[in-house]
């Protein structure tokens, strides 16, 4: 066991964020005693899960395997919510794949909370410091001695034979390629390379990018509690098994769905709730768990006119053989594209009552869905080269929902409500979308319009939406913690994860809790010296 006194840092949480923030304050105080307490296992040593087939990933058994709370807008069924459960935490289980969002996203965040830096301008240096980029294009976008290696098809010597007609299509549709092929600038509205974080092919986690030298690590242990004394200082935590371990500050770091949990267990959050389940409410904080949102994520396949030509996974084609084929996942581009502003407006009005040019979504240009074509089927139909497929995402969901807990037991799963496509925003720019795709080869798109076929589509999306596990927004900066990540009403208690950000960032969002993870150690250090 640990010792129990003495620690200058307790950092609930081993994930992604976790992860980063331990070995920052590490080096940058070096002094520090810091502890790291996760939930899961210490799988940093097992090669396994750094192949890029290995069968660990959503589903496996580092996987805490949520279930949603029957969503409401699809007919009460629940959506699998994957989230790691490891050392490493979603580093361990996720796709790899790098999207760092728009200039927008983050200029919007930084205007959201009235402090520029979370601006992009102000992130940048701390997205660079996590980047070792493939190439000198764009040099002032990207890092070279960060601590990832970055990679895409064309870096890896992976040129899919349908890649240059998926490119000709983009054109045709409008769809431009973005500036050195590259969506990772600053400017996502177009097409580019898809990213990934990995080295020759290979996973790369956050515990073995991030030296975590001279701290200590408690695996498999769960955090009951945050111990507060009577002046609302946070003074240690309390493990699920009763034994307290007292610290100068408490850094929270479980993720959009454990921190809010813990901190509504620890008597932090809306006082309906914890009145509820019999918590002592020491501070009322009404939007823990509020704010919450997912990206939302269709599949579609796609039958080949000609299978014989080998133009996906599974077929006869030898190229698919090569060990480089075998170094990543089966994309050449991501393709963000907008919806006309008059489909935006008159969602607005129906949501709103009104539109206001103001408004989040007309203030400034946005990428409102991303678009990514598969050489391989997509469950269930078998890999067997007859199919590819499509994985359509909402990159701005309007639709917010809720983290809530289910008893007072920290055993207990939260209670995830990502009250999925419920706005007329969501709805119209899936109508869209799903048009768009439906239309990518210029002669059998979905062209009418209406009310049935607006039901029709409505209907796919409801029934093949899926979770992006792309969870954010329920510890939201400016209403649960300020811009140095201090939560409300108590001292010496930050969170530090996904949990905290304002706005749905249009992107997938490791690559942007990285940066954060990177910022936050910093804020955190100059606190502590000044």
């Not at 960060?146 to 899919?160: A, C, L, N, Q, V």
């Not at 390629?177 to 990934?196: Q, R, S, W, Y």
């Not at 798109?445 to 093949?464: F, I, K, N, Q």
């Not at 001292?491 to 969002?509: C, E, K, T, W, Y």
Request: aromatic share 8%; hydrophobic share 35%.
């Amino acid at each position: 066991m640990v010792a129990t006194e003495g620690w200058d840092y307790i950092v609930v949480g081993g994930g992604l964020a976790g992860c980063v923030l331990a070995s920052r304050l590490k080096e940058y105080q070096k002094s520090a005693r810091i502890l790291i307490v996760e939930a899961g296992p210490d799988v940093s040593k097992n090669s396994e899960i750094l192949k890029y087939s290995s069968l660990n990933f959503v589903g496996g058994e580092f996987d805490w395997a949520y279930k949603s709370a029957p969503q409401k807008n699809y007919g009460g069924r629940q959506v699998d919510i994957p989230s790691g459960r490891a050392l490493g935490g979603g580093s361990v289980i996720n796709g790899c794949g790098w999207f760092r969002g728009s200039k927008a996203d983050y200029d919007s965040w930084g205007e959201a909370v009235g402090d520029e830096r979370w601006s992009y301008d102000g992130q940048l240096p701390y997205f660079k410091k996590t980047e070792k980029w493939y190439n000198g294009l764009n040099s002032d976008q990207h890092g070279q001695d960060g601590k990832f290696s970055i990679e895409s098809p064309i870096s890896t010597d992976r040129i899919y034979p349908l890649a240059n007609l998926l490119e000709k299509a983009w054109e045709e549709q409008g769809v431009h390629k973005l500036p050195g092929v590259d969506f990772n600038a600053g400017t996502n509205i177009g097409f580019g390379e898809v990213n990934e974080n990995r080295a020759k092919g290979i996973r790369q986690i956050a515990p073995l990018a991030y030296p975590l030298d001279g701290i200590t690590i408690l695996t498999d242990t769960v955090v009951g509690s945050i111990l507060l004394d009577s002046g609302n200082n946070a003074i240690g935590i309390r493990l699920a098994n009763g034994t307290e371990i007292h610290s100068a500050e408490v850094i929270v770091a479980a993720g959009a769905y454990r921190s809010p949990q813990l901190l509504m267990l620890s008597g932090i959050g809306p006082k309906e709730t914890l009145d509820k389940h019999g918590i002592a409410v020491k501070a009322d904080v009404p939007d823990v768990g509020k704010n919450f949102s997912d990206h939302l994520m269709v599949y579609l396949n796609w039958k080949l006119k000609d299978p014989s030509k080998g133009y996906a996974l599974g077929s006869s084609n030898p190229m698919f053989r090569e060990p480089r084929f075998g170094s990543g996942v089966p994309i050449s581009y991501v393709a963000n594209t907008q919806v006309p502003r008059h489909l935006l407006e008159a969602a607005i009005v129906k949501d709103e009552g009104q539109v206001d040019p103001n408004h989040y979504l007309l203030k400034r240009e946005w990428a409102l869905t991303e678009t990514m074509v598969m050489y391989i089927a997509f469950p269930p139909v078998p890999t067997d080269g007859t199919h590819i497929s499509t994985a359509q995402m909402g990159l701005k969901p309007t639709s917010h929902g809720t983290i809530t807990i289910a008893s007072a037991d920290p055993a207990d799963s939260p209670v995830i409500d990502p009250n999925y496509f419920t706005t007329e925003v969501d709805k119209a720019v899936w109508r869209h979308s799903l048009r768009m795709i439906t239309n990518h080869d210029g002669r059998h798109g979905v062209r009418a319009r209406g009310r049935r076929v607006d039901e029709y589509l409505d209907s796919r999306v409801r029934t093949h939406g899926e979770s992006t596990y792309h969870g954010c927004g329920s510890c939201s900066m400016g209403k649960v913690v300020d811009t140095e990540l201090r939560v409300k009403g108590v001292q010496n208690l930050r969170v530090v994860d996904a949990s905290v950000f304002p706005i749905s960032i249009g992107a997938h969002i490791m690559a942007a809790v990285y940066a954060l993870a990177e910022q936050a150690a910093v804020i955190i250090t100059e606190g502590k010296r000044a």
